[in-house]
């Protein structure tokens, strides 16, 4: 570290954030499947958040909720500035991207939860004994999967398909989040001339 930059995330942050990108992707992009590489992935993104949101209380300074999350007055006053075309500068998040990243927080623990649900409605995972299957459903699902008419949808039982269309609709509404997280980060690092993406890389940014 050299005497004009400052360590702003810890490793931890780091590889967590890295780690949610490559975990979240594969989750997303085996989702039609829900094959054991869904649910491990998914898994994995559950371990993350719980990470984070416990760092979020001990971990260090700019690591903790208490950083990044302002007041609305704070986010008014940023997005003022920012409109001004000379915005505040934060060290750690800013106001307007610290209810981001509790926003996509809380939305992956959403995702993840009605994904177990939808899991635990085929019998599967840590949520399967509290799942409400009865016989018949599920003799219908092998009946379905039989016809292969789509009669109970492939075979699906009801709270298999109430559960699976909140995930989907629960990762969809992610994906949009995560397009503005990326165009946003784009912009802050075009109004600051600070390259946010390579400080999430090696912790680093300049002091001034
Ligand atoms: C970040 C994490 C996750 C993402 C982005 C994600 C995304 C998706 C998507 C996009 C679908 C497709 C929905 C459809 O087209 O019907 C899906 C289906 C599903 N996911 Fe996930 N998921 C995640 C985590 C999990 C977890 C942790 C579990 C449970 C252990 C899970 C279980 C399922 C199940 C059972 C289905 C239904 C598949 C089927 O039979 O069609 N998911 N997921
Ligand atoms: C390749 C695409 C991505 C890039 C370039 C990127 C970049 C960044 C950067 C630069 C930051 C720090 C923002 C700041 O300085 O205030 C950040 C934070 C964050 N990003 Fe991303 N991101 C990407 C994808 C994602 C995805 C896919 C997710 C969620 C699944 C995500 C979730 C987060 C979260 C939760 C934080 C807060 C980090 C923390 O405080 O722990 N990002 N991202």
Redesign the pocket.
């Known amino acids: 570290m050299s005497q004009n930059t400052i360590k702003?995330?810890d490793p931890l942050?780091r590889i967590?954030?890295w780690s949610?990108?490559v975990f979240?992707?594969i989750a997303f992009l085996t989702g039609e499947e829900a094959e054991s590489l869904h649910v491990y992935a998914g898994y994995v993104v559950i371990g993350l958040v719980i990470f984070?949101i416990l760092?979020g209380f001990i971990g260090p300074e700019h690591?903790r909720f208490k950083d990044?999350v302002f007041g609305p007055d704070k986010v008014i006053q940023y997005l003022k500035s920012l409109a001004s075309g000379s915005p505040q500068r934060y060290v750690?998040?800013?106001p307007a991207?610290g209810y981001m990243?509790v926003l996509?927080?809380a939305t992956?623990l959403v995702v993840t939860f009605t994904g177990l649900k939808a899991y635990a409605a085929e019998g599967h995972g840590p949520l399967a004994a509290n799942a409400e299957i009865s016989v018949i459903p599920i003799a219908k699902a092998v009946e379905g999967d039989r016809k292969g008419n789509g009669a109970v949808e492939r075979g699906k039982n009801k709270g298999e398909k109430y559960w699976e269309e909140i995930h989907e609709a629960a990762s969809n509404f992610?994906l949009g989040l995560?397009v503005l997280?990326?165009l946003g980060?784009i912009v802050?690092s075009k109004l600051h001339k600070e390259n946010?993406?390579k400080?999430?890389i090696t912790g680093e940014k300049d002091s001034e």
Do not use: D, S
């Open positions: 702003v995330w942050v967590f954030h949610l990108v979240f992707t984070r760092w690591a990044f750690g998040h800013n991207g990243v996509m927080l992956l992610m995560i997280h990326i980060v802050y946010l993406v400080a999430m």
